[in-house]
């Protein structure tokens, strides 16, 4: 069982990398998953609560996936590719819900040594420059100008290096305001994952 998490800021092109590595596989025994944000009926002091519910669910469906590898007649997904996990709530609850940074790295590593197969996971965390954010943003964001998307990237970049994961890379996918091709973003993940 492989485990790769693609985390990065909005606009950064995730679910177009995602579809890149499932082309590339020709979609064999890979399963995505797209961690939703919490429902807008859960009150702010719940939602920590909620979404690290939502995360541990997540872990213990990998595992059992895991264990399913052991049927000689396995025909169940040997990858499983997250489109956003865990990393990206510590981003945004610091950001919008008043989560303590001291408090969230103390989280991140216990969530990790608990819930995440360290050894066979992947972490691979998109990012760009908060001016090429801002020209892609179509209103839809959680950062809705150049502070909030200058935190956020700076935040990704930080939760990133904290993560306890080893095997991981941080992608910057524009340069001079500009997208990086997609076959060579797409490359650089392939190679790196596999």
């Given at each position: 069982m ?13 679910s ?23 429902p ?12 690290m519910?939502?995360f ?7 595992k059992?996936l895991k264990?399913?590898e052991e049927?000689?007649?396995?025909y169940y997904?040997?990858?499983?590719i997250y489109n956003?996990y865990?990393l990206?709530?510590y981003?945004?609850?610091i950001?919008?819900r008043?989560?303590n940074?001291?408090?969230?790295s103390?989280?991140?590593s216990?969530?990790?040594?608990q819930y995440i ?9 998109l ?5 090429f954010l ?5 209103g839809?964001?959680?950062s809705?100008n150049?502070?909030?998307?200058t ?6 970049s ?10 991981k890379?941080i992608?910057k996918v ?5 997208f ?9 993940v392939l190679d790196?994952?596999?």
């Amino acid at each position: 069982m492989k485990n790769i998490i693609i985390e990065g800021t909005d606009r950064t092109g995730k679910s177009t990398i995602i579809e890149g590595i499932c082309k590339h596989y020709e979609y064999d025994n890979i399963v995505v998953r797209h961690l939703a944000k919490p429902p807008k009926h859960i009150h702010k002091d719940e939602v920590y609560k909620w979404q690290m519910k939502a995360f541990i669910k997540e872990g213990e469906l990998a595992k059992y996936l895991k264990s399913l590898e052991e049927d000689e007649f396995n025909y169940y997904e040997n990858k499983i590719i997250y489109n956003r996990y865990y990393l990206g709530e510590y981003v945004y609850g610091i950001m919008f819900r008043n989560y303590n940074e001291d408090f969230i790295s103390h989280r991140l590593s216990e969530f990790e040594k608990q819930y995440i197969n360290l050894s066979e996971t992947k972490l691979i965390t998109l990012v760009a420059s908060p001016e090429f954010l801002m020209k892609k943003e179509d209103g839809n964001s959680f950062s809705q100008n150049i502070d909030q998307k200058t935190k956020e990237v700076q935040l990704f970049s930080e939760i990133h290096d904290k993560s306890l994961i080893r095997d991981k890379m941080i992608l910057k996918v524009d340069r001079e305001g500009v997208f990086l091709p997609k076959e060579h973003l797409l490359k650089t993940v392939l190679d790196f994952i596999s």
